[in-house]
């Protein structure tokens, strides 16, 4: 029993990992904690649903799709709204990310009613036994495809003009404008990509679990506490921060119940920002 | 310029004249409602909305409310109270003091009904809801609520029953119930009622309302072998524990819901493997009830289907049990002073609705039981008490469905 609990956490704790690692890269570069995240988990579980109850896509192939059109909202959502507040306090964007969640939940409550969707793969509820431990096909998939964003990310972020133009953006705003940064395109860019690997998050989560317009609050939450965790800073940060959640509230729920599951992952929280306030793996300042 | 704004003066006024001219044309029995139309409640909110609608139209079409001989009809006031508690009972107040409504109706949902009731009794309004059934509602001695859900603690005690009649009698049962109030109520209540019986509670939890990770729960409830499982939440929570229990291959003999099956949604969102789930209704479309509005359970089923283009579940014939109850109490009482009315409605007694029979209880809670449903291919169907269609248990496994 054990094995299967330790691996029903891992499986979680992947998804977890994918849906902070937006969050945190938006946080981490532009010091921005996006509130609508969950918002953008939830668009891309929408686009999701949409192309396999329309056309007829696989989420697995779709998920490209939908990361692209979710990279082009994020994009010109910064570029037109949020980067003309960028400079102006936290509490600010904070605010109008807030307003940003509520328009798009709201829209899409208008749009989309409040019906409980699913989408039904036919691979759904297929599972792979080993060593008497069940392990479900579609999560294990949504685990793969989580750990291959977060390499693809890693590369981008270490490997490519791009990605070094973002890191010098976030460490040093000056500097990185003295050597031809475009600051505000980086910026939007930046957003576009949390937006997207936000999509991609919610695609996993359309194949898991069933979805509906109000999902996106209770996903802001979680990727939140997962990007504490992991630690601001680190393309690592998420990856770490969603695999010991997801394993901490595995065998918590176990061992206390059910109803616990919030009280672990805030404890976790708190225990963190104790005794290291930077994250498990954030560096010092 | 000046003639645009003459004209919107005559306009507003033309509006005002035609307004108070309807108001005072003919008598009307204000009903008022601060229900969920957007929002977490809204799909079921819909339902009542749907019913209420429904049952004031046939009564005015039926000539509407006899009150000593003058003929009064129904009007509705709704308001959208966007699926939060604290905004509805403030739409309540305002129902009450701005659009001075003469009774009130209920919203969805127990949490939303609690502190709704409380405006009621404040300002002495009766309210009949259809849509809360926690004891948490009627235990607090509040006279001006009366409710057409039975007892939130009684919703397994069918299945439970219907247990103990299968051979063999399984001995082993995982409850697992959300920490809101109605399925705080229906879990306790669960727990007892097998206790009584003499099953086995091996798995007995709580989890929080909107989780949607069951893979520990289901993974302890296969591991302790329980043989049937209830599980007590909402429709999202539903689909999800299905879901997982199929991908963690755990198939009890009988796995039961309190929400979700009689929803369309459910069935959807699951498709073939949502066959055979159990569930629990208050009412269903089998039955066949004499109404004093409607003919019988099937005309109206008919009627309401031809309608709205969806069948009405418990939900739907709990808020058409609601209006029956006004017209019945108002034209017993022969006033509508609402005191009167408060009373005339607990007097209720074997009022004859398409719901079934209805008398309440000293606390204000209708005197009913729950029926058994199960999905056989792909339609709702009650299987206990017997009504035609013959219960699949055990049910077979995932890959056989």
């Known amino acids: 029993m054990l094995t299967q609990i330790l691996i029903n956490g891992i499986l979680k704790g992947g998804l977890y990992a994918l849906m902070a690692m937006g969050m945190s890269l938006i946080w981490g570069v532009m010091n921005i904690i996006n509130i609508a995240h969950g918002s953008f988990i939830m668009l891309g579980a929408y686009t999701t649903y949409w192309f396999f109850t329309l056309y007829g896509m696989d989420p697995f192939v779709s998920v490209l799709l939908s990361m692209a059109l979710i990279f082009f909202l994020g994009f010109f959502i910064q570029k037109y709204i949020i980067n003309f507040v960028i400079g102006a306090s936290l509490f600010i964007t904070l605010l109008l990310a807030f307003g940003i969640e509520i328009l798009i939940n709201n829209l899409a409550l208008l749009f989309w009613t409040a019906d409980v969707r699913s989408v039904q793969v036919t691979y759904g509820g297929a599972n792979i036994e080993i060593l008497g431990a069940v392990i479900p096909t579609v999560r294990l998939f949504a685990f793969l495809l989580a750990i291959a964003v977060s390499v693809i990310l890693f590369i981008i972020m270490n490997k490519t003009w791009l990605g070094r133009a973002i890191r010098s953006t976030a460490q040093d705003l000056e500097a990185a404008r003295l050597n031809g940064v475009n600051v505000g395109k980086i910026y939007s860019i930046t957003f576009g990509i949390g937006t997207a690997v936000a999509a991609a998050a919610g695609t996993l989560w359309a194949v898991i679990f069933p979805i509906s317009p109000t999902m996106g609050g209770h996903l802001t939450l979680k990727s939140f506490v997962v990007t504490i965790i992991g630690g601001l800073g680190t393309m690592m940060g998420p990856l770490v921060g969603g695999l010991s959640l997801g394993i901490v509230e595995s065998l918590g729920t176990n061992w206390f119940g059910s109803t616990f599951e919030n009280l672990i992952s805030f404890t976790i929280l708190v225990l963190v920002l104790i005794f290291k306030p930077n994250g498990i793996l954030g560096k010092k300042e | ?401």
Do not use: C
């Open chain 2, 1 to 401: 310029m000046f003639y645009r704004k003459l004209f919107l003066m005559l306009a507003s006024f033309l509006l005002v004249f035609a307004f108070s001219f309807t108001a005072y044309a003919e008598n009307v029995i204000k009903l008022g409602s601060a229900i969920s139309f957007t929002g977490a409640k809204s799909r079921t909110g819909k339902l009542y909305v749907d019913s209420y609608k429904f049952a004031v139209n046939k009564v005015n079409e039926m000539g509407g409310v006899n009150v000593n001989g003058k003929n009064y009809k129904f009007e509705l006031v709704f308001y959208d109270d966007k699926s939060e508690p604290t905004e509805s009972a403030r739409l309540v107040e305002k129902l009450i003091t701005v659009d001075k409504v003469d009774f009130l109706l209920g919203p969805y949902s127990s949490g939303i009904t609690i502190p709704n009731s409380i405006v009621a009794r404040r300002y002495r309004i009766p309210m009949i809801e259809g849509g809360g059934a926690s004891s948490k509602i009627f235990d607090k001695g509040n006279k001006y609520i009366f409710g057409t859900l039975p007892r939130a603690g009684d919703y397994f005690r069918s299945t439970l029953e219907f247990l103990t009649k299968q051979n063999p009698t399984p001995k082993k049962i995982a409850i697992l119930y959300a920490d809101d109030k109605f399925d705080v109520s229906v879990g306790e209540g669960a727990k007892a009622a097998a206790e009584e019986m003499g099953f086995d509670v091996v798995v007995y939890e709580k989890y929080s309302e909107g989780a949607s990770d069951f893979t520990s729960a289901i993974t302890k409830a296969k591991d302790a072998g329980a043989e049937a499982t209830l599980v007590a939440g909402h429709t999202e929570e539903a689909i999800n524990f299905v879901q997982q229990s199929k991908e963690l291959d755990y198939s009890p003999n009988l796995l039961g819901l309190t929400v979700g099956p009689s929803e369309a949604d459910f069935r959807k969102a699951l498709g073939k493997d949502a066959n055979y789930i159990y569930g629990v209704a208050s009412w269903s479309t089998e039955m066949n009830f004499e109404g004093y509005l409607f003919e019988d359970t099937q005309t109206f089923v008919k009627k309401f289907t031809d309608k709205f283009g969806y069948d009405p579940d418990y939900h739907n014939a709990a808020g058409i049990a609601a209006i029956a109850v006004y017209k019945d109490a108002i034209e017993r009482a022969g006033s509508l002073d609402p005191q009167k009315i408060r009373d005339a409605i607990a007097e209720t007694s074997g009022l004859k609705t398409i719901y079934g029979p209805v008398d309440f209880m000293d606390n204000g809670q209708i005197i009913g039981s729950s029926v058994v449903l199960q999905i056989l291919d792909g339609k709702v169907r009650q299987v206990y008490p017997a009504s035609g269609y013959d219960a699949v248990y055990p049910m077979p496994e995932w890959d056989n469905r």
